[in-house]
Antibody
Framework: EVHLVESGGGLIQPGGSLRLSCVASGFNISDKYMNWVRQPPGKGLEWVSFIYAGGTTYYAESVKGRFTISRDKSKNTLYLQMNRLRAEDTAVYYC???????????????WGQGTLVAVSS | DIQMTQSPSSLSASVGDRVTITCQANQDINDYLNWFQQKPGKAPKLLIYGASILETGVPSRFSGSGSGTDFTFTISSLQPEDLATYYCQQYDNLPLTFGGGTKVEIK
């Protein structure tokens, strides 16, 4: 059975760092396009970052230079290293991927349950 | 960046009603459009991809149509369990972008 389980969220002061994890089971993350999407409390969805199966990474402008997406094949885990955190980074962070056949891997049809990051002094 | 304009932002309808939500992109997105359903406290759930392809296991009362820049999402007969916020998303180009969401309430 396929699962994505995020962890690592919590309360952090502005300027601080946090690393989110997304543990995958039932498939190999290195074979997939994996991404992070976030949702501030009571607001809409915002795409954050992608790591392609080949390892190429992409970021939203709002996090570029502060956030780093990576993966550990041995642990089958996706990460989001978040540095220089700001109040506006407060959100639930979801990891997601695609299990579509013969369709764009940028369309995510499998999501984790999310982890909450709160940036506040 | 591609901007997605979704309307209405909220609606209230009765059980059995037909509900329609629209989403407009500011450039052609080659039908690379998703529709998600998000219930309170839950992760988004993909309902429609490729503008009109029903995701496996999704009830047939949900449908999508449109092409190019203008897209429509329809619930043919609203059910109580359809209480949720619905989002469109384009995945033609990075950065992926979402519409602002439509909150669907039951009268």
């Amino acid at each position: 059975e396929v699962h994505l389980v995020e962890s690592g969220g919590g309360l952090i002061q502005p300027g601080g760092s946090l690393r989110l994890s997304c543990v995958a089971s039932g498939f190999n993350i290195s074979d997939k396009y994996m991404n992070w999407v976030r949702q501030p409390p009571g607001k809409g969805l915002e795409w954050v970052s992608f790591i392609y199966a080949g390892g190429t990474t992409y970021y939203a402008e709002s996090v570029k230079g502060r956030f780093t997406i990576s993966r550990d094949k041995s642990k089958n885990t996706l990460y989001l290293q978040m540095n220089r955190l700001r109040a506006e980074d407060t959100a639930v962070y979801y990891c997601a991927t695609s299990f579509h056949l013969n369709h764009s891997p940028l369309s995510s049809n499998f999501w984790g349950q999310g982890t909450l990051v709160a940036v506040s002094s | 960046d591609i901007q997605m304009t979704q309307s209405p932002s909220s609606l209230s309808a009765s059980v059995g009603d037909r509900v329609t939500i629209t989403c407009q992109a500011n450039q052609d997105i080659n039908d690379y459009l998703n529709w998600f359903q998000q219930k309170p406290g839950k992760a988004p759930k993909l309902l429609i991809y490729g503008a009109s392809i029903l995701e496996t296991g999704v009830p047939s009362r949900f449908s999508g149509s449109g092409s190019g820049t203008d897209f429509t999402f329809t619930i043919s007969s609203l059910q109580p369990e359809d209480l949720a916020t619905y989002y469109c998303q384009q995945y033609d180009n990075l950065p992926l972008t979402f519409g602002g969401g439509t909150k669907v309430e039951i009268k």
